[in-house]
């Protein structure tokens, strides 16, 4: 699982993000990849796939292709 946290969320979803991250890591006795988008905002990241940004396509990449 890989989860993904912008910048300039809102608060609450900046508040929820580290819990369900913790909630897993307990539950499944490891911890899921997790990346920061800086600079962006829940919207702002997807609306940036395909362009000349690459802060949420690069690592959705390379968590994609990583070996199981």
């Not at 979803?13 to 307990?26: G, K, S, V, Y």
Request: charge should be negative; hydrophobic fraction near 45%; proline fraction near 7%.
């Amino acid at each position: 699982m890989l989860l993904a946290q912008s910048e300039l969320d809102p608060l609450m979803m900046q508040l929820e993000t580290p819990n369900l991250f913790m909630a897993l890591c307990r539950r499944d006795g490891r911890c899921p990849h997790e990346i920061w988008l800086r600079y962006h905002d829940h919207l702002s990241s997807i609306y940036a796939l395909n362009t000349g940004d690459e802060s949420l396509l690069a690592p959705v990449l390379d968590f994609v292709r990583a070996p199981g």
